[in-house]
């Protein structure tokens, strides 16, 4: 079995200032790992992912992940963010193992403000 | 952008009535899934299927049945809908080992409302 934790439900930032997203996964088998992002009246799409090798991931939109394994931890990060930022993440981890079925945490409210 | 479509992109509907959900994918991926998405729990896997004819329950099956008769449709189904069932519902796709990629693609959503 597998879980993630977004622990913050809410993230209220300035424009032009970094941001950190916190995800911590628990799993008893090698993991996937992978960010996704969506805005209003959207589905989702991905941010970036990590399946192995270098554990610094970087994705789209100058967003960045770091995987930490002894951590449990998947950060999302971004060194300056834009209203346009603005959205819901999410976080998800999948088994390697081939089921291909992801858990995905309760999501993190992204606000940027002017 | 990842050829899947969802119909219809939104309906209200009477309790007890019946309600299919419809996931279309032009991208021949082998994995289809139907998740649920409420405020506060996230994205809920309710049927997920791994090929034509092959469909495996997720966390919150209870009250929805799904077939795939053919690669590229996946359709969901509510035998009666409560208003429990109230939500926006997102259908997935992934072509899993394929190519070595493994994220999923999702559709637009679809918004339904059980009165």
């Known amino acids: 079995a597998q879980s993630v934790t977004q622990l913050d439900s809410q993230v209220p930032v300035f424009e032009e200032a970094p941001v950190e997203l916190r995800c911590n996964y628990s799993?008893?088998?090698?993991?996937?790992l992978f960010w996704y992002v969506q805005y209003p009246n959207q589905g989702l799409q991905l941010l970036l992912k990590y399946l192995s090798g270098s554990t610094l991931v970087k994705g789209i939109n100058g967003f960045e992940a770091e995987f930490n394994k002894s951590q449990t931890s998947f950060h999302l990060r971004k060194p300056s963010v834009h209203i346009s930022d603005t959205a819901e993440y999410f976080c998800?981890?999948?088994?390697?193992?081939?089921?291909?079925?992801?858990?995905f945490g309760r999501g993190t409210s992204l606000i940027v403000h002017p | 952008d990842a050829g899947i479509t969802q119909s219809p992109r939104h309906k209200v509907t009477e309790t007890g009535t019946p309600v299919t959900l419809r996931c279309h994918q032009t991208?021949?991926?082998?994995?289809m899934y139907w998740y649920r998405q409420d405020p506060g729990h996230g994205l809920r896997l309710i049927h997920y299927s791994y090929g034509v004819k092959d469909t495996d329950k997720g966390e919150v099956s209870d009250g929805y049945s799904v077939s795939r008769s053919k690669t590229e449709d996946f359709l969901l189904t509510l035998e009666s809908a409560t208003s429990s069932q109230t939500s926006v519902y997102f259908c997935a796709i992934s072509p899993g080992s394929a190519g070595g990629s493994y994220e999923q693609y999702f559709g637009p959503g679809t918004r339904l409302t059980v009165t």
């Open positions: 799993s008893s088998v090698s993991v996937y």
């Open positions: 998800a981890v999948s088994g390697t193992g081939g089921s291909y079925i992801p858990t």
């Open positions: 991208e021949n991926h082998r994995y």
